[in-house]
């Protein structure tokens, strides 16, 4: 029986790439440097803002203050957090439904911006715990996190469930010796997810899976 399942937040239960994008943009023109798509953005997504500011301008092949940078999208974003994010259907009603089951939230953005983001998209009250990226001396891949919180809910391995949209949420479950969940209407090619567990098309999906194991 399940206990406890650690989820992604970006891409897995909200899409937030076009105020990603937005506050990627903002301070990119700034300094008078042109500003990526939506769909640009969403490959480069997932491993947090330093990598995603890292992978911005290596595409661009220029070099900026990073930390200049990082402060501006962390500022702006904290400000604009919701302004185009949304909530991927079901996962209101999927949350309700597993409401006797520990909930976690461990994502590769700042915790600050995690929790802002449920915050205000109604989704925080459903968590019993939330984790960005500072509250671990790793990140996703690494599997500290998820060991770290197994550890917190005194459960076990075969007892937790990973869901995720990308190979970073794989990896970690994984090595953390985890069952894993890949949702496809992420930010990841559907090839990119094929060494997970369950691959599920609809957030509901999972439903299935828990009553299964």
Known sequence: MIELIIFDLDGTLVDSCEDITQALNYCLEKSRISGFSK???????????????????????????????????????????????????????????????????????????????LESLALLQYFDFVAGSDLFPERKPSPKPIIETIKKFNTTTDKTLIVGDSELDIIAGKQAGVRTVAVTYGYREREILKEADFIIDKFSDLLKIVREL
Do not use: W
């Open 39 to 117: 769909e640009e953005v969403k490959k480069m997504v997932g491993e947090g803002v330093n990598r995603l500011i890292e992978k911005a301008l290596d595409a661009k092949k220029i070099c900026l203050p990073v930390q200049e940078l990082i402060e501006c999208f962390v500022k702006y974003y904290k400000e604009h957090i919701a302004d185009f994010s949304k909530v991927y259907p079901e996962v209101h009603e999927t949350l309700t439904q597993l409401k006797n089951i520990k909930k976690a939230v461990i994502s590769n953005k700042l915790t600050e911006l995690t929790v802002k983001t």
